[in-house]
């Protein structure tokens, strides 16, 4: 009979790790005699990073003496105790691959029911000392799984383990792992895994977004650069030019909201980078950008100074993951200054298809002057059958868009909102649309600076650092671009990956498990190759790679 054999609790705690500080609760020890199980947890337990563990959907975690045999016989060690893969209850009697999502079980005096494998998190392998284990519990079928508390209770070790209720369509958790993090997951049993009510809902959205398909941001249709031509350049504005970029044969099209980093071999030594939004129609075979003059500005001072029709630039192909998508419910389109290109290119694609969807389009600029595109705006709202324009000038006496103005609107509930401009316009606009009934889900953002990190439970101390060259000796390695970050530096294999030059450099940087299974860090490469040190469970799409195990094999430009 299935039995709990311990139950063990840890508080948060700042632990050294490469040079910093983690704060995590993976450190568990075993309670004697009965402990109360509340809805978030128990008694004595907390979780240092409530983004990716916890709630009421990850309370307790749960692992088997069944595992802790095969891994001291598979790594080798005598030395593994209850509680030491993080787990509040190490139990006996329920296996992976036994054990289903939707099953119930009483312990004691409470209930519980089984909702998600374990999140593929690093700090499993900072606990054993095995960097590589949040794969190694993927790769060998043996993740580990969450209880959601039904009846709130005390347990007690030896309590038995009573089985309640089965779950729907008897997905086991072995197999709902694999169906995330492996290749060629079964689409019939990612449809039974959206129709299982105990699956925690960010599971059920990944398994969505697998079954919808998306097509890929960065399948690009060249590799690295090539040479694209001025064909005509444009005033848009006092501070804004359009150039249009052409080759021999027509472009192929981009995603609409897509976007192309420009290598300008005139604007300094390195060559530097930039990113700029497609702005015009994304079928018209050639590519257009639209660029704001910053006095700060490298390249964007540089182009509008030289930009000729005689000129070339060097461009990467279009990619990234803001763009619109094909659906039937409403869409608005809320920008403010140049972040307006991209949703220009939106609404292109929208007047060009002959879209009916509703259409909000919502742009905020000082005024009149720095109002770029307003007649090809209007021109294609004017097209579409259910479309309309809201304009604010905040110049002046004039009005700013704010979390009022935003309810007063009456947005559509189910609408999909892009939304592109500054980053505190953006921060701002977020805000006042989720107070105004917009799921956040469906909030969409484009940002050109580093993005937002994903650095769970790391411990920041003092302002953040602009990125920079790592402290010690300078590597003799090939060259690593960071395109966003605007920093080159040389590779040096005292880093065994990409992800730890970017942490030495103090780029913002994306991760969970550290070891090429959750994809989280997976980034866009803009030109170049690499290979990996370790071999990821499942490949990341064309034109991506999982710099957690990546290491540059020649001269490299990433999206980063």
């Not at 958790?173 to 925690?200: F, G, I, K, T």
């Not at 031509?229 to 444009?234: D, F, L, M, V, Y």
């Not at 005033?235 to 044969?249: C, F, H, K, N």
């Not at 101390?461 to 402290?471: L, R």
Request: hydrophobic content about 40%.
């Amino acid at each position: 009979m299935a039995k709990l054999v311990s139950a063990n609790v840890g508080l948060p705690r700042d632990v050294p790790w490469q040079g910093g500080l983690v704060r995590t609760a993976i450190f568990k020890t075993p309670v004697e005699g009965p402990v109360l199980v509340r809805r978030l947890n128990v008694d004595g337990d907390a979780q240092g990073d409530l983004n990716g563990h916890g709630g009421v959907n990850r309370a307790v975690m749960v692992y088997q003496t069944e595992a802790y045999d095969y891994w001291r016989a598979k790594l080798g060690r005598d030395d593994l105790r209850p509680g030491e893969f993080g787990e509040n209850f190490t139990v006996t009697g329920l296996a992976d691959d036994t054990v289903c999502i939707g099953d119930r079980y009483r312990i004691g005096a409470a209930e519980f029911e089984v909702t998600q494998p374990r999140v593929t998190c690093f700090r499993v392998g900072l606990r054993l000392g095995v960097p590589d284990m949040a794969q190694l519990l993927v790769a060998h079928r043996r993740p580990g799984f969450y209880f959601r508390v039904l009846t709130e209770g005390h347990v007690c070790a030896g309590d038995p383990i009573v089985q309640t209720r089965r779950g729907p369509h008897q997905l086991s958790v072995a197999e709902v792992d694999a169906l995330l993090y492996l290749p060629n997951p079964d689409r019939r049993r990612l449809e039974q895994a959206v129709d299982n009510p105990a699956l925690s809902p960010g599971w059920v959205e990944s398994f969505r977004d697998l079954l919808a398909s998306r097509p890929s941001a960065n399948a690009v249709s060249w590799q690295g650069f090539r040479p694209l031509r001025i064909a005509a350049t444009r005033r848009e504005a006092a501070e804004v030019m359009s150039l249009e970029l052409a080759a021999d044969e027509p472009l192929a099209p981009a995603l609409p909201g897509q976007y192309l980093t420009l290598r300008v071999s005139g604007a300094g030594d390195p060559a530097p980078l930039r990113s700029y939004s497609l702005s015009g129609a994304p079928t018209a075979g050639v590519y257009r950008i639209s660029v704001k003059r910053d006095r700060f500005g490298q390249v964007s001072r540089w182009l509008h100074d030289n930009a000729t029709v005689t000129l070339s630039v060097e461009a990467a192909a279009p990619r990234g993951d803001f763009y619109l998508t094909e659906d039937d419910n409403p869409v608005v389109l809320l920008s403010a200054g140049i972040g307006v290109t991209p949703l220009l290119a939106m609404l292109h694609h929208l007047a060009a298809t002959g879209s009916t969807r509703e259409v909000c389009w919502i742009h905020t600029t000082r005024g009149a002057a720095t109002h770029a595109f307003a007649d090809e705006v209007s021109t294609l709202i004017d097209a579409l059958p259910a479309a309309e324009e809201h304009i604010f000038y905040t110049g002046g006496s004039g009005h700013r868009l704010d979390q009022a103005t935003i309810t007063g609107m009456g947005l559509p509930r189910d609408a999909t909102v892009y939304l592109c401009g500054p980053t505190r316009f953006m921060e701002d606009m977020q805000h006042a649309l989720t107070a105004s009934g917009t799921s956040p889900r469906a909030v969409r953002t484009e940002l050109f600076g580093a993005r937002s990190p994903i650095n769970p439970g790391a411990v920041t101390a003092g302002p953040q650092i602009h990125p920079h060259p790592p402290a010690g000796p300078a590597g003799i390695g090939p060259a690593v671009t960071f395109a966003r970050s605007g920093l080159t530096v040389a590779w040096s294999p005292r880093f065994r990956t990409l992800l730890e030059l970017s942490e030495a450099c103090d780029i913002a940087t994306r991760y969970s498990c550290r070891s090429g299974v959750c994809h989280t860090c997976a980034t866009a490469v803009v030109a170049g190759g690499l290979d990996y040190v370790s071999t990821p469970l499942n490949l990341p799409a064309d034109g991506e790679a999982l710099i957690c195990c990546a290491a540059p094999r020649g001269d490299l430009v990433l999206d980063l």
